[in-house]
């Protein structure tokens, strides 16, 4: 993609606190900053557990410090979605009008990169009938 590089990777791990035997990992580098980005989970996430998306320091490869409790949502949070059910991510350092709920602060001239996991996936994902969007300008 432009601006970017996605990669997709399987991690089989040990039972964890929320039981994630296996949990799927999307990364995407974005090295171009836009008032707004977006990211489209459609309807029907293919998960057991739930789904998180986290944006991390190009530099430190650590959560990014934006001033936010945490650079990331989750699917147990109270998100907005359109009217089809999907649901659209919002990266930027500027907070959207009309998805304040779906929004993670990013930082002008800061690089980052996303991750977005989906802990213990279902045959949606791996029969390729379930795919989030890539990162694109709003």
């Known amino acids: 993609s432009k601006g970017g590089v996605s990669a997709l990777a399987l991690s089989e791990s040990p039972a964890s606190t929320v039981n994630c035997r296996r949990t799927l990992l999307s990364v995407g580098v974005i090295q171009i900053q836009r008032p707004h980005n977006d990211l489209g989970l459609p309807l029907g996430v293919p998960i057991v557990n739930f789904w998180s998306v986290v944006i991390y320091d190009v530099w430190t490869q650590t959560m990014l410090g934006n001033g936010q409790a945490a650079p990331s949502l989750k699917s147990f949070a109270d998100l907005d979605s359109i009217d089809d059910g999907s649901i659209t991510i919002t990266p930027g350092p500027e907070q959207p009008a009309d998805r304040a709920s779906n929004w993670i602060l990013t930082i002008l001239g800061k690089g980052w990169f996303r991750i977005s996991r989906l802990c213990r996936p279902t045959d949606g994902f791996f ?12």
């Open 127 to 138: 029969d390729h009938s379930w795919k989030p969007s890539d990162i694109a300008p709003a």
